[in-house]
């Protein structure tokens, strides 16, 4: 039973990376456009860290937070943020599959619907915000200040994991609403680019109903400021630093929404 | 075998009246209708069979195909195909069909037909000697040498189907349906369509269902013929059962429409 499953989650593996590969194939037709997006990603990136700089230089200090605090906390949502850009985007245009039917394609494919919708699209140009995160999170941990010890690496690597999760869970989650309508999807846009962007700070700054909203609704607190104060050494409680597994906990009901959905699925026109 | 016992379908339709005010009304308040798009279907297609299934537009075909399909899951009744029944198992089910849509275009548009093929052999694991073999008679029987080195999007209609043709084959799927398939092809192309789908069916066995406004299509391709209206089946038989003497088929499907009102 498990050597079947462990074949079959080669087979999907490879289909992914096969995807990939055709993406890669589909985008050197357009040499110039794929550079000058990677560029400007890298740029647009950059102009957020921007924001953050001018704002320090001006006030030096946000409830209690350094600039190098809030440089570590900001920097690690942005790779959570591009990760979860770069693996779940097919989530993120997932409405217009379905206007077009092409979701139609993906049920008559002999293979699970959520890795074909993966596959759809890969935004390959997100290398250029990827590239940029990677920058901004060394400069983050190095600027921190940080006393690092085995557990606070670990922290780190959990809260990687556990925000790439829940940005594409929050993906998943807006995938999953376009199965009951395709009107006024644009709400979403404030869990997902909205959390890139208020997420830059971190959490307990925006006041308690957030905090509240933040934990136990969508989990953002869970992988952004309870290990953050782990990392600072501003709290005793070092189980906080598995709280990112949270993260992985919200791909649950997010998959069961998805899955939900798809018996829901009316097909678009004829 | 496929069997279709009294499968219904509805949809919920939201409508409101043109203009902003009405706009702004359905955002708090929407109305919907409910538009029957399925009622009571009952069929029975065997192996190797060719059916043309008709209707005006609007009728429940694209429902049927999709429920067939494994696409949408029907509100009541019962539907079998090969024992599978196909939004259950469907997996299982849409790895032994195979599904083209003269509309919707499967092949990825910037690189070439050849790379799309080899998608579609990890997608449905296809074995490499059989993927081998079938894509050399596919490659013979619908000419498509040069097109598999083309990207999609420089492909005319016509090439475009016939290598969409071959997308959907390439797993030896014993049951084939097809959503309009020659829809705005030439002649040429479209002779070219229907001679390699009756040769499929005789070579292979291959059940063919087939949707069309073309009864040129029907005349050419298959043998019974299934008519909707207003989701219901109004009439299952042979071509011939329905030609009055000498007719064409054109003015033969045009009295039978007339006739049922749909």
Known sequence: ?270 | MIVMRNICKTYKVARRNAGLAEAARSFFRREYDTVTALDHVNFTIHDGETVGYIGPNGAGKSTTIKILSGILTPDSGECLVDGRTPWKNRIDHVAQIGVVFGQRSQLWWDVPVADSFELLRDIYSIPPALYKANLDELTELLSLGELLRTPARQLSLGQRMRCELAASLLHSPRILFLDEPTIGLDAVSKIAVREFIVKLNQTHGTTVILTTHDMQDIEAITKRIILIGKGRILLDGGLDDIRRGGEDIDRTVAALYRSYEI
């Open chain 1, 1 to 270: 039973m498990t050597a079947k499953n462990n074949d079959r989650n080669i087979s999907e593996l490879r289909l992914y990376v096969h995807y990939v590969s055709l993406h890669l194939r589909s985008v050197m037709q357009y040499k110039a456009s794929f550079w000058m997006t990677v560029v400007g990603q890298f740029l647009v990136t950059f102009n957020m860290f921007l924001g953050v700089y001018f704002l320090f230089d001006r006030f030096g200090s946000v409830e209690g937070f350094t600039y190098q605090e809030v440089l570590l906390c900001f920097s690690l949502m942005l790779t959570e943020y591009s990760l979860g850009e770069c693996i779940a985007r097919g989530f993120d245009s997932f409405d217009s599959m379905v206007r077009q039917g092409e979701f139609d394609r993906v049920l008559t494919r002999p293979r699970s619907d959520i890795l074909q919708v993966l596959g759809s699209k890969i935004e390959l140009t997100r290398v250029g915000r990827l590239l940029q995160a990677g920058v901004m999170f060394v400069y983050g941990v190095t600027r921190s200040g940080v006393t690092w010890n085995a557990w606070r690496v670990i922290t780190v690597l959990l809260m990687l994991l556990g925000g790439t999760a829940l940005f594409c869970g929050i993906f998943l989650l807006f995938a999953s609403i376009c199965f009951y309508t395709l009107e006024g999807l644009e709400f979403m846009n404030i869990l997902t680019d909205g959390a890139r962007e208020y997420g830059k700070y971190p959490v307990s700054i925006y006041g308690r109903r957030m905090m509240q909203f933040c934990t136990f609704v969508i989990p953002y607190a869970l992988v952004q400021y309870y290990p953050l104060l782990v990392l600072l050494g501003r709290t005793d409680r070092n189980w906080y630093g598995l709280l990112p597994l949270g993260g992985l906990l919200f791909l649950l009901p997010c998959g069961a929404l998805w899955k939900l959905g798809v018996r829901h699925y009316q097909s678009a026109g004829s």
